[in-house]
């Protein structure tokens, strides 16, 4: 598992570029997407999810779902084009357990409809601590443990 500065990165997952969304490969081209803990670090708790309907065809760097925080509405963006195949329903009543355990709850299954390429739209192994510490610095994030998002001043 990569450790950077405290905020951990599963190994057996890969990463969207702003290291926000954890893909897990689950064979066949497809994959389970969630939240991470640095992408929650940086927006707060989560209160909502909601998720893009199963079926629903997303393009590359479109949102499979949003959820609110800190009364803001995001979009959740897979770098790949996709089919939703299966939302994590409980999560839509119960978003809470995402912010306790960002990497045992994924938000959706996806079906990448390019499968062979997805790998080098994604972040794995020694490129994932690489862009964590620049956007730990971008974020003057010295420690995980200590940050706290801006409150806008």
Known sequence: MAEVRGCEFPDDLSYDQELNVWFRDLGAGRFEAGLTAFGLALVGDLYMFNP???GREIEANKAFALVEVAKTVLSV????ACEVLEVNEPLTSTPMKINRSP???WLSRLSAQEPAEVQALLLNGTAVAV?????MDLH???SFADFKPSQGT
């Open 52 to 54: 893009r309907p199963v």
């Open 77 to 80: 963006r897979t770098p790949f």
């Open 131 to 135: 862009r964590a510490n620049e956007l």
């Open 140 to 142: 003057q994030m010295t």
């Open 103 to 105: 990497y045992m709850n």
